[in-house]
T-cell receptor, first 115, second 117 residues
Framework: KAGVTQTPRYLIKTRGQQVTLSCSPISGHRSVSWYQQTPGQGLQFLFEYFSETQRNKGNFPGRFSGRQFSNSRSEMNVSTLELGDSALYLC??????????????FGSGTRLTVV | AQKVTQAQTEISVVEKEDVTLDCVYETRDTTYYLFWYKQPPSGELVFLIRRNSFDEQNEISGRYSWNFQKSTSSFNFTITASQVVDSAVYFCALSEGGTGTASKLTFGTGTRLQVTL
C-alpha cells in the first residue's frame, strides 16, 4: 500500500514567485492536512481538507492557500514568496474526518528554499 | 488554546541505556488525543502511538513504552535498551476534538535523541 506522496521533494524559488506543492494521500484516505516546519517556529498547522472542503485553517497569511480534488489529492499554493517561507512542508492524510478514527500518516515532505 | 511542551531539547545516551522523553500538554477539552511521532533525518514523520483522553492505560510495544497521566497532563515516552537507529527527533502532539470534529495537531518543539556506541 503506497504511503503519502509529496512532490516535488526539493524546490528552489526566488522571492516574489509563487509555488504549488502536491500531495497524494493514501488510497481511501479522504482527509488531507498541511504543516509547515521551520527551525524557528517548529511544526505549524496550515490547513485541513476533507471531501474538497477546507475545514480548518491555521494562522497563516492569505498568501497560503490550498485545495483538494475529487480524488482526494491536494495542492497548496504560496504566492509572493518571502525568504521566511523557506521550510519543510509536510502533508498528512487520514482515513476519516474524525480524529477518533485512525491517525495521521505523513509524507516525506517538500523542502522549499526561497532565495 | 492547546499547548504541548517538550522541555528536553536534546538528549544524548549510550547504546543500551534507557531514555525517557517528557511531554506535558495543556487543553481545555475533555476529549482529546495525544500522539508521538519520530522524525529521522529523511524528514518523514513516523507515527508511533495515539492515545485518547479516556484511556489512561499505559502501553508497551517492544522496546517502547508510554506513560499517560491525566492528573499531571503528561504523556511520557520511554525507549528501553536504546539503539543507534533510535537517533531522531521525537515529537509529542495533541489533537482536540471528538467524533466529527475537524481537528489539527499541535506539536511540541521536539526532542532530539542521539544514541552513540
Amino acid at each position: 500500500k503506497a504511503g503519502v506522496t509529496q512532490t516535488p521533494r526539493y524546490l528552489i524559488k526566488t522571492r516574489g514567485q509563487q509555488v504549488t506543492l502536491s500531495c497524494s494521500p493514501i488510497s481511501g484516505h479522504r482527509s488531507v492536512s498541511w504543516y509547515q516546519q521551520t527551525p524557528g517556529q517548529g511544526l505549524q498547522f496550515l490547513f485541513e481538507y476533507f471531501s474538497e472542503t477546507q475545514r480548518n485553517k491555521g494562522n497563516f497569511p492569505g498568501r497560503f492557500s490550498g485545495r483538494q480534488f475529487s480524488n482526494s489529492r491536494s495542492e497548496m499554493n504560496v504566492s509572493t514568496l518571502e525568504l521566511g517561507d523557506s521550510a519543510l512542508y509536510l502533508c498528512a492524510s487520514s482515513l476519516s474526518a474524525s480524529i477518533s478514527i485512525g491517525g495521521y500518516t505523513f509524507g516525506s515532505g517538500t523542502r522549499l528554499t526561497v532565495v | 488554546a492547546q499547548k504541548v511542551t517538550q522541555a528536553q531539547t536534546e538528549i544524548s545516551v549510550v547504546e543500551k541505556e534507557d531514555v525517557t522523553l517528557d511531554c506535558v500538554y495543556e487543553t481545555r477539552d475533555t476529549t482529546y488525543y495525544l500522539f508521538w511521532y519520530k522524525q529521522p533525518p529523511s524528514g518523514e514523520l513516523v507515527f508511533l502511538i495515539r492515545r485518547n483522553s479516556f484511556d489512561e492505560q499505559n502501553e508497551i510495544s517492544g522496546r517502547y513504552s508510554w506513560n499517560f497521566q491525566k492528573s499531571t497532563s503528561s504523556f511520557n515516552f520511554t525507549i528501553t535498551a536504546s539503539q543507534v537507529v533510535d537517533s531522531a527527533v521525537y515529537f509529542c502532539a495533541l489533537s482536540e476534538g471528538g467524533t466529527g470534529t475537524a481537528s489539527k495537531l499541535t506539536f511540541g518543539t521536539g526532542t532530539r535523541l542521539q544514541v552513540t556506541l
